[in-house]
């Protein structure tokens, strides 16, 4: 399990980057949702890798 931390704002960002994000289910800064560690989600994690912060 790896724990995603969203810590900047998604308001100047692409569509593409706050659909992802939206699917993260990441929906404020600071706020922390728990995934399970598989490639699809590495993905989107690298997707909005400016956006987010990793704890694994």
Same mark, same amino acid.
């Given at each position: 399990?790896?724990?995603?931390?969203?810590?900047?704002?998604?308001?100047?960002?692409?569509?593409?980057? /706050?659909?992802?994000?939206?699917?993260?289910?990441? %929906?404020?800064?600071?706020? +922390?949702? @728990?995934?399970?560690?598989?490639? /699809?989600?590495?993905?989107?994690?690298?997707?909005? %890798?400016?956006?987010?912060? +990793?704890? @694994?």
């Amino acid at each position: 399990m790896i724990k995603v931390k969203q810590i900047k704002s998604k308001i100047a960002c692409k569509p593409d980057q /706050v659909k992802t994000l939206e699917a993260l289910g990441l %929906r404020r800064i600071n706020h +922390v949702k @728990e995934h399970d560690d598989n490639p /699809v989600i590495r993905g989107m994690i690298y997707k909005v %890798r400016h956006l987010v912060e +990793v704890v @694994e």
